[in-house]
């Protein structure tokens, strides 16, 4: 359904319902995607189209705000069924979006081969001539209607986050956190930082969340999952996410079984949390959710305190 600022939240049915979404905008008879999640999600975003009487060739755009697969893995398929559209992405995402045999490579030295097929199945490069890279305030015009696309890392050094003035809201990929619906309570949603490997940066993070608080918005677009707003106190309780995790692991650094104690830490912080929230059984609710989000979150914790003490960044 589309909302009274033109604006459609499409299920991209990536692991779970309500899990992945990517966006639609619509402005006078043209429109832009924000993310395409992956190659199963095209199908989807098609029919969001028809769903809303437009072409394919009313699309100007396919904004990404970052290129992991669950955001960016359709993004070449999705390209070859809009003829129209041109892929803005931030400059170090660019090159991953015009050859995407990296990003196949590492996903598939995660998951294996099967895994990675099931879930992505085979990347499609995008013609470097379709592809444009937004540096920070970087407008995209959508038929009069302004999208400012903002560097913003912390989650990668590679994410960008779309301002659109018209609905005061921002579209943050993961730069915002993750924030199911099912914690949902009578005091609001509910989110968590996502510092998955290998970018996450705490320094980074905090500052591009001031960022965004510092427009006002009225809402915020998240990936992980739709439309949330008291984006003040999101932002304030976000902030304050990071730095618990970010103590909490660098207590745990040197010791011999800092991975499975982390991921405990991190699911007492997240328990505690929820709980104060009003989350129904947040004890057993939270693992349960949140497995998958705790494993790689103390993975982006323990790269990041990895990196740090070597001194060095990873600049990709």
């Given at each position: 359904?589309?909302?009274?600022?033109?604006?459609?939240?499409?299920?991209?049915?990536?692991?779970?319902?309500?899990?992945?979404?990517?966006?639609l905008?619509?402005?006078?008879?043209?429109a832009?995607?924000?993310?395409?999640?992956?190659?199963?999600?095209?199908?989807?975003?098609?029919?969001?189209?028809?769903?809303?009487?437009?072409?394919?060739?009313?699309?100007?755009?396919?904004?990404?705000?970052?290129?992991?697969?669950?955001?960016?893995?359709?993004?070449?398929?999705?390209?070859?069924?809009?003829?129209?559209?041109?892929?803005?992405?931030?400059?170090r995402?660019?090159?991953?979006?015009?050859?995407?045999?990296?990003?196949?490579?590492?996903?598939?030295?995660?998951?294996?081969?099967?895994?990675?097929?099931?879930?992505?199945?085979?990347?499609?490069?995008?013609?470097?001539?379709?592809?444009?890279?937004?540096?920070?305030?970087?407008?995209?015009?959508?038929?009069?209607?302004?999208?400012?696309?903002?560097?913003?890392?912390?989650?990668?050094?590679?994410?960008?986050?779309?301002?659109?003035?018209?609905?005061?809201?921002?579209?943050?990929?993961?730069?915002?956190?993750?924030?199911?619906?099912?914690?949902?309570?009578?005091?609001?949603a509910?989110?968590?930082?996502?510092?998955?490997?290998v970018?996450?940066?705490?320094?980074?993070?905090?500052?591009?969340?001031?960022?965004?608080?510092?427009?006002?918005?009225?809402?915020?677009?998240?990936?992980?999952?739709g439309?949330?707003?008291?984006?003040?106190?999101?932002?304030?309780?976000?902030?304050?996410?990071?730095?618990?995790?970010?103590?909490?692991?660098?207590?745990?650094?040197?010791?011999?079984?800092?991975?499975?104690?982390?991921?405990?830490?991190?699911?007492?912080?997240?328990?505690?949390?929820?709980?104060?929230?009003?989350?129904?059984?947040?004890?057993?609710?939270?693992?349960?959710?949140?497995?998958?989000?705790?494993?790689?979150?103390?993975?982006?914790?323990?790269?990041?305190?990895?990196?740090?003490?070597?001194?060095?960044?990873?600049?990709?």
């Amino acid at each position: 359904m589309r909302d009274s600022h033109g604006i459609v939240t499409i299920d991209t049915g990536y692991q779970r319902p309500n899990f992945c979404a990517a966006y639609l905008i619509v402005e006078r008879g043209r429109a832009a995607f924000v993310d395409c999640g992956t190659n199963r999600s095209v199908p989807r975003l098609l029919a969001a189209l028809d769903a809303q009487g437009l072409s394919r060739e009313a699309v100007d755009w396919l904004i990404l705000t970052h290129v992991h697969l669950d955001h960016a893995g359709g993004a070449g398929s999705l390209m070859r069924a809009l003829p129209n559209a041109t892929l803005v992405v931030h400059p170090r995402g660019a090159p991953h979006m015009i050859d995407p045999a990296k990003l196949a490579a590492g996903a598939t030295a995660v998951y294996g081969e099967a895994e990675f097929e099931n879930s992505y199945g085979t990347l499609v490069p995008v013609p470097e001539s379709r592809v444009t890279a937004a540096g920070d305030g970087r407008v995209v015009d959508l038929a009069g209607r302004p999208l400012l696309c903002a560097d913003t890392p912390g989650h990668a050094r590679h994410h960008l986050a779309v301002w659109d003035a018209r609905s005061r809201s921002w579209f943050a990929g993961d730069i915002f956190g993750l924030s199911y619906r099912e914690f949902d309570t009578a005091r609001g949603a509910f989110a968590i930082p996502t510092t998955s490997p290998v970018q996450f940066d705490p320094e980074a993070m905090r500052a591009s969340v001031r960022r965004l608080l510092g427009e006002a918005p009225e809402a915020v677009y998240v990936t992980h999952y739709g439309r949330v707003t008291d984006v003040q106190r999101l932002g304030a309780d976000l902030i304050a996410l990071v730095e618990a995790t970010v103590a909490a692991a660098r207590r745990l650094d040197g010791d011999g079984q800092r991975h499975a104690r982390l991921v405990e830490a991190l699911t007492r912080i997240y328990v505690e949390r929820a709980q104060r929230h009003g989350v129904s059984d947040a004890q057993r609710a939270v693992p349960a959710l949140l497995a998958m989000d705790i494993e790689l979150n103390a993975q982006g914790l323990e790269v990041w305190l990895d990196r740090e003490e070597r001194g060095t960044r990873n600049e990709e």
